[in-house]
């Protein structure tokens, strides 16, 4: 696919009269064609990898995984230079791990994601610039703005995308416990809101 079309600039010289122009024009262009390449990925969900974590103050108060269930991204290589260009994520909310059956099976009630009401969380892609993506996490029935730092490794037929650590402010999603926590709890004892990720996407090229 051709990208980019440059041609430079030709100069045209006439001495004047009929055997000027009977020479003929000099034309000195160049033309540069950088190869585009558009792939599809099917998301592994059995080696991508969604990590989370709570926070006391600055330290880490918990910190588990959650399974993809299925999506899929799209990375277009212009020369050597590759960008992500489409994708979608769907998260199994009933596969929240932490280690601590007690906890786990508090965060799946409708205190927290309310698992049998809404048994995924879904990642829509808007954009990839600068070192970033952006994009609209929908949680509990409910839409969030995501932005976070990525690093993409391209090799035949695969594609990792390794997401950096990023946070969410869980506070706009008027969960039930937060919510009881403003009335009920002395400040001290509030949990922070800010809830961390950071994932690891393996992707295969789609047939």
């Avoid at 999506?71 to 769907?90: N, Q, R, Y």
């Avoid at 695969?158 to 009920?184: I, P, Q, Y």
């Amino acid at each position: 696919m051709i990208l980019g079309l440059c041609a430079a600039p030709f100069f045209f010289a006439s001495c004047g009269g009929a055997e000027s122009d009977a020479e003929g024009t000099e034309n000195d262009s160049t033309v540069v064609v950088i190869d585009t390449v558009v792939t599809s990925y099917t998301v592994d969900t059995a080696t991508t990898v969604i990590n989370w974590m709570t926070y006391d103050g600055e330290e880490i108060a918990h910190q588990g995984t959650v399974a993809a269930l299925s999506g899929s991204f799209e990375i277009t290589v212009i020369g050597e230079e590759a960008s992500i260009t489409g994708g979608d994520l769907v998260v199994n909310m009933n596969s929240i791990a932490e280690g601590d059956e007690k906890l786990e099976g508090h965060l799946k009630t409708p205190d927290f994601f309310d698992v049998m009401q809404f048994p995924t969380t879904s990642f829509a892609f808007d954009r990839h610039e600068n070192g970033m993506i952006y994009g609209t996490a929908t949680i509990i029935g409910k839409e969030v703005a995501i932005e976070a730092p990525v690093e993409l490794t391209v090799a035949e037929g695969t594609a990792v995308v390794t997401v950096g650590e990023f946070t969410v402010d869980f506070a706009a999603l008027e969960m039930m416990f937060f919510e009881r926590e403003k009335t009920e709890a002395k400040p001290e004892e509030m949990h922070s809101t800010s809830i961390g990720f950071s994932a690891t996407v393996n992707g295969s090229a789609a047939q």
